[in-house]
């Protein structure tokens, strides 16, 4: 019997890095850990799960999932988890996989934990480590033996890594999808261009432009930047408010939390607000003109200096040192 | 139309946090506790629906202490027409399913077309309760909602996505929860404030809303919390004067970097 589900996003080709990453945490809690691909393409994806020791890979590519929101996904994951037998599910903690995850544990009463760090079998069980408070605070928790366990893990918690299984078994699922699945329907999906940047969320390195920026021109330096160190860009949450650049991007409390290997801070003063998104990250480098701005307390280094003046020969550093 | 705006009292981030060791809940009373932000967003969008569509209703709908009428005063005074109360000693320490159970029994006793809040509370930070509680009450759910148009029953929302959004669209009623990117919220008039004091408010125990008290709170919460320890402080490192010219910042950060091996 399969012990745990790992909700695999996919490209139509192969496991999304994120799902990789969870495939091989799911392989170090269980002997038995089975895959659950969604939507077109997943066929395509499939059998790659096997290289991350995941036997079986279900499957469903049904129409219905990406014409409608939600719901289709979650009858999906109940009807896999109906013929796996599996009682954790591993999910990319991510909100629109949450959605779905929480109309699943609602519906059969079980217990979900999200923005999971660590995972570790203790007993019967598996303990999840999260950050809370902004990281002000560590807590351990879990889910009552015996009740179905969604966890949702984040990006780069685990590292990926292949076994060389053989390619996986591919069940399709065979799921009805009532009135109900349907009654949301998607109308259109709308990308702006990343400009080839990785997702904020999952980058290992993030150039965060605040107040001190002056205007929404200044992020064009900021992009440069994060081009030339192949990072994400960020916001603080007075960038966005001024609409100097998407609130999609703004770090903090009201926007999104990141722990990358590299948060660079130019012109965040580093409110408490916004440290709560960012403070858990391996390493802080600020550039303020304040020499009493917050950020400075928090950072493993700090250049006290005007960020007009220190990028632009930064970036000549960067590009430089990285050829 | 009628409008409620589930709304949750949580500490101020600013404001140190002190854990009850007993259970591991938050010590509400070690720091000041506010409306959640996020949920002012809700209201802001609801009462923009209030003043566009005559005969529209808009009640706020909290879950909490006693003490957290306060917080529901708050929320009445950027101009609701009333509010209710869930209190019950025994909701003390819910997690995102138990408070869904909670605050979906206090909604199957009320008729709305939009349950609108905020995507997340700024305590918790689950963004959990919203497709929960569309879930319990069979209904459909817009979440994470940047843009929302209401055209009578027809419900079109923007979801917000890393790079941009997904339109998609639903019929009410319906459960929408909303990012901080769909309005800027006001702030409440002075004669608001005044009003919030005589609004309505209905305060429901566990009893009323026909709900076991051992399927809620701490006991009822199929999630546990075991342990909670307080990360230590981050440590300032090297701080480096900048010679004006900019030259001299940029090579303290490519060194770094270089010496970090991030370069």
Not at chain 2, 9 to 23: G, I
Not at chain 2, 252 to 259: G, M, N, V
Request: with cysteine; aromatic share 4%.
């Amino acid at each position: 019997m399969t012990d745990i589900l790992v909700l695999t996003d996919h490209d139509g080709a192969a496991p999304k890095k994120v799902a990789t990453q969870l495939l091989t945490a799911a392989r170090g809690l269980a002997d038995d850990a089975a895959a659950l691909l969604l939507g077109e393409g997943a066929q395509g994806a499939a059998e790659k799960v096997g290289a991350y020791g995941a036997a079986t890979a279900y499957v469903c590519d049904a129409p219905e999932v990406d014409a409608h929101d939600t719901e289709p996904k979650t009858a999906a994951l109940l009807a896999a988890l109906e013929a796996s037998g599996a009682s954790v599910v591993l999910y990319p903690a991510e909100p629109f996989a949450s959605d779905v995850v929480a109309r699943a544990a609602a519906r059969v009463g079980g217990g979900v934990i999200g923005d999971v760090s660590d995972l570790a079998r203790e007993g019967e069980g598996i303990v999840a480590t999260k950050q809370i408070f902004g990281g002000d605070m560590t807590s351990r928790c879990t889910v009552r033996p015996g009740l179905p366990a969604f966890l949702g893990v984040k990006p780069n918690a685990f590292a990926a890594s292949e076994v060389g299984g053989s390619p996986a078994d591919v069940v399709p699922l065979d799921v009805a999808f009532d009135e109900r699945a349907t009654r949301v329907r998607v109308v259109e999906v709308v990308e702006e261009s990343s400009g080839g940047r990785p997702e904020m969320t999952e980058a290992s390195m993030i150039v965060t432009g605040g107040r001190g920026l002056g205007d929404a021109e200044g992020f064009a330096l900021i992009e440069e930047l994060a081009d030339a160190l192949g990072a994400a860009v960020g916001a603080s949450r007075a960038a966005t408010d001024a609409g100097w650049y998407p609130h999609q991007h703004q770090i903090g409390q009201t926007g999104k939390t990141v722990a990358p290997q590299l948060y660079l801070g130019a012109g965040v003063s580093g409110a408490i607000q916004h440290r709560a998104g960012m403070q858990t990250s391996q390493r802080i480098i600020a550039i303020n003109k304040d020499p009493e701005a917050p950020i400075f307390s928090i950072a493993d280094l700090g250049v006290v200096g005007d960020l007009y003046k220190v990028i632009p020969p930064l970036i000549e550093e960067v590009r430089k040192r990285a050829s | 139309m009628r409008i409620i705006c589930p709304v949750k009292r949580v500490p101020d981030t600013a404001a140190e946090k002190r854990m009850n060791e007993a259970d591991w809940t938050v010590d509400r009373d070690a720091s000041d506790p506010i409306l959640n932000a996020n949920d002012e967003w809700g209201i802001e969008e609801a009462m923009r629906i209030k003043e566009r569509v005559d005969g529209t209703e808009v009640i706020a709908l909290c879950m909490g202490p006693e003490s957290a009428q306060q917080t529901i005063r708050k929320a009445l005074s950027y101009g609701l027409d009333g509010a209710i109360q869930v209190t019950d000693d025994a909701v003390a320490g819910s997690d995102a399913a138990a408070t869904a159970r909670v605050l979906a029994a206090a909604l199957a006793e009320e008729e709305f077309d939009l349950l609108i809040m905020g995507n997340q509370s700024s305590d918790a930070r689950t963004t959990l309760v919203p497709a929960m509680l569309a879930e319990l009450l069979d209904l459909p759910a817009l979440t994470f909602v940047k843009h929302l148009e209401v055209d009578g029953e027809r419900l079109l929302a923007h979801r917000e996505t890393p790079n941009g959004h997904v339109a998609v669209e639903t019929s009410a009623p319906a459960v929408v929860s909303v990012v901080e990117a769909i309005n800027e919220p006001r702030y409440p008039s002075f004669k608001g404030i005044m009003a919030a004091k005589k609004k309505p408010l209905e305060v429901k125990d566990l009893a009323a809303l026909g709900v076991d008290p051992a399927t809620v709170g701490h006991a009822g919460s199929a999630t546990q919390v075991l342990e909670v320890t307080p990360r230590p402080p981050r440590q300032a490192g090297a701080k480096v004067e900048d010679d004006g010219s900019g030259q001299a910042g940029a090579t303290a950060i490519a060194d770094w970097l270089a010496e970090q091996k991030l370069l």
